[in-house]
């Protein structure tokens, strides 16, 4: 190619085609991360300018503290949950808030005032009871409207309910009369 000469369309075009289209959230996530931490930042000298910068080191000294307790305590109350479960041979019960808990103390850790106000109401229970059923409906749309053989159909398939919650392993023969299974292409479990 020589100096000068122009660029055709056609190569640009079917590179931009050949790749997949970046998502949403792939776009918007770094976005607001940074959008975020400029927040964080500002308030911090906000709140510097208005007391001192005394009082901020002592905000994100607390937060820091206190987000490692409850993470401490989360983690303890999870495992002594597991251990109760396994000592009487049933499936642990449901995670009753620990990982908001866990969530909640490590945005309590993040030097932000912001994140400690977030990582405080996850600290509620009545938030995390709202925000775990917002989380469990999100999830269960999003595996209900997965396309069959992608990841979150494998997901769908791998959280049947089973009435007694016991797995059975083994294999389902089929004796069909009429039926060549030479002719059958497909494997017996996708009929």
């Known amino acids: 190619m020589t100096p000068g000469a122009p660029i055709t369309s056609s190569s640009s075009s079917s590179s931009s085609s050949g790749r997949p289209r970046r998502s949403r959230l792939r776009t918007v996530l770094p976005l607001a991360v940074v959008a975020w931490l400029v927040l964080e930042v500002w308030l911090l000298t906000v709140v510097a300018g208005a007391s001192s910068g005394l009082v901020v080191l002592l905000l994100i000294v607390a ?14 109350r999870a495992f002594q949950n597991l251990n109760e479960a396994l000592n009487r041979g049933t499936a642990p ?40 059923r917002y989380a469990e409906r999100t999830v269960d749309r999003k595996l209900r409207a997965a396309v069959p053989g992608s990841l979150g159909d494998a997901f769908q398939q791998a959280r049947m309910h089973h009435p007694d919650g016991k797995v059975v392993q083994g294999e ?8 060549d299974p030479s002719d059958d292409r497909r494997p017996p479990l996708t009929r």
């Open 63 to 76: 937060g820091v503290v206190l987000g490692s307790a409850v993470i401490k305590r989360a983690g303890r």
């Open 93 to 132: 019960s449901r995670g009753g808030g620990n990982g908001l808990m866990m969530l909640g103390g490590l945005l309590l850790i993040l030097p932000g005032l912001i994140s400690d106000v977030l990582g405080l109401l996850l600290l509620l229970p009545p938030v995390q009871k709202a925000v775990s």
């Open 172 to 179: 389902v023969i089929r004796h069909d009369t009429g039926t």
